[in-house]
């Protein structure tokens, strides 16, 4: 099982980027697919989940109405569009696969991507 992550860069706050998570098949196909990301000094904390099934989503509150979270079955892949960005979204962001347990809880996923650095400058 194998997920890349990729599309972190520096980007001034407002501004936007998309990632992307690539996932082996045994990764996509029923599993949820999340996003976390960890500041530096600070925990890994849940951001976005998109389920397998219906592909619905969920949001950690301090990004709602500015990332979407969504993924392509052709492709395998899931993307984090972020939006309005702020400098307080500076942080690695990584994607996960296979939840047993709290969505919100880094502790439930058995694979994980190497993680993309994303710096938002004032």
């Known amino acids: 099982v194998q997920l890349q992550a990729s599309g972190g860069g520096l980007v001034q706050a407002g501004g936007s980027l998309r990632l992307s998570c690539a996932a082996s098949?045994?990764?996509?196909?029923?599993?949820?697919l999340a996003w976390f990301r960890q500041a530096p000094g600070k925990e890994r904390e849940f951001v976005a989940i998109?389920?397998?099934?219906?592909?619905?989503?969920r949001y950690i509150d301090s990004v709602k109405g500015r990332f979407i979270i969504s993924k392509d079955n052709t492709k395998n892949t899931v993307f984090l569009q972020m939006n309005s960005l702020k400098v307080e979204d500076t942080a690695v962001y990584y994607c996960?696969?296979?939840?047993?347990?709290?969505?919100?809880?880094?502790?439930?996923?058995?694979?994980w991507g190497q993680g993309t650095l994303v710096t938002v400058s004032s």
């Open positions: 996960a696969a296979q939840n047993n347990g709290p969505y919100t809880s880094a502790g439930s996923y058995a694979y």
């Open positions: 998109i389920t397998w099934d219906r592909g619905s989503t």
């Open positions: 098949g045994s990764a996509f196909s029923r599993n949820n």
